[in-house]
């Protein structure tokens, strides 16, 4: 399943779009909430005054996202619409943070002179010049297995493959460049230059502190990298990969789409193995975002959060999938089993 994110969440309370998904003929295929403890979904949804159905107007959306922030006890909200699928429709994402709610720390912004060499920016340009056709064709697939995307489509797979061989010398340069850059741009390409790393263990650690960082794209970039790193780690546990949950189980608890889609990549592929420790830090600070995420009306994007709580649960992911398939009132049996599981 295509895990890449095409728009990404929208970061303040701005709306950025792309061109083709401000026409009027993109149509709101499904609303899906996040970040709600005290307003009620039928709350939002009427304040939000954007409905499953209208046409998809940039215009609309920010003035949506101005009266979401009226409502008493909203710090921050955000939305993020995302298409996947070739459909014509997006998945519109509204996040909330309450007062109340601790939100996901993120690291100060770097402030140093280090440059990513022309060459390897360009490969990751390139990359991002071959995704969008991609994503909005909803016929690309990805494969993890080796420890970093590998995607169907030629455009992106030319990218991948250069950044693969490239990086057999450059990975202390990508690694300064993601720690220490000023520059957004360069950051976001060293994350992701840097899942394609021959070392995956030696990497972990500066993707992780990465996942941190006070920009979003560069977030998604090094979370979605380790992601793939996971799906390695749960193949080859000989390799001694570790990749440290804590980052990832606060992540679940930020106001952006993108953390907490990424987020719960990672930790699926953390839990592939059910480790005991691991399944009970989820369901004592995690079990809420969890539940939440596995109602999204957006089956796919549900996906991860339904898995991880199937685990949480004890079930195998095969009955998980076949439950989940069918829509929200069988996800429930998943949510009712996991919450009941000590």
Same mark, same amino acid.
């Given at each position: 399943m295509r895990r890449l994110t095409f728009i990404a969440a929208l970061m303040s309370s701005t709306v950025v779009v792309g061109a083709d998904e401000a026409k009027p003929q993109v149509m709101v295929g499904t609303i899906d909430l996040f970040g709600l403890r005290q307003h009620s979904e039928s709350e939002i949804r009427s304040s939000l005054k954007i409905k499953e159905g209208d046409p998809f107007d940039r215009e609309q959306t920010s003035a949506a996202v101005a009266e979401l922030k009226k409502l008493p006890g909203v710090k921050q909200t955000t939305l993020a619409p995302i298409t996947t699928d070739g459909s014509g429709r997006i998945h519109l994402f509204v996040g909330v943070q309450e007062e109340d709610a601790v939100g996901f720390v993120l690291r100060d912004k770097p402030t140093g002179e280090t440059r990513l060499p022309a060459p390897l920016a360009q490969i990751f340009l390139d990359f991002s010049n071959a995704l969008g056709p991609a994503v909005r064709s909803g016929k690309d697939r990805e494969d993890d297995t080796q420890g970093h995307a590998l995607d169907t489509d030629p455009g992106m797979r030319k990218a991948e493959e250069t950044a693969v061989a490239q990086m057999r010398e450059e990975v202390g340069t990508v690694k300064a460049v993601l720690r220490t850059s000023a520059s957004v741009d360069d950051?976001?390409?060293?994350?992701?230059? %840097? $899942?394609?790393?021959? =070392?995956?263990?030696?990497?972990?650690?500066? #993707?992780?502190?990465?996942?941190?960082?006070?920009?979003?794209?560069?977030?998604?970039?090094?979370?979605?990298?380790?992601?793939?790193?996971?799906?390695?780690?749960?193949?080859?546990?000989? %390799? $001694?990969?570790?990749? =440290?949950?804590?980052?990832?189980?606060?992540? #679940?608890d930020s106001v952006d789409w993108t953390d907490r889609n990424k987020a719960a990549f990672v930790l699926e592929g953390l839990t592939k193995s059910k480790p005991p420790e691991l399944l009970q830090q989820l369901r004592a600070h995690a079990l809420p975002d969890l539940i939440e995420m596995a109602r999204w009306k957006s089956t796919g994007h549900a996906l991860s959060a339904a898995l991880i709580l199937g685990r949480i649960a004890g079930w195998s992911d095969e009955k998980t999938m076949a439950t989940c398939e069918w829509g929200k009132s069988d996800r429930e049996a998943i949510i009712a089993a996991a919450s009941s599981s000590r």
């Open positions: 950051r976001r390409a060293a994350a992701w230059l %840097l $899942g394609y790393a021959p =070392d995956k263990k030696s990497v972990t650690d500066a #993707l992780v502190e990465a996942a941190r960082d006070p920009d979003s794209s560069v977030r998604n970039n090094a979370t979605r990298a380790l992601g793939a790193i996971a799906v390695l780690a749960g193949l080859q546990p000989e %390799l $001694g990969i570790r990749i =440290d949950p804590s980052v990832f189980i606060a992540m #679940l």
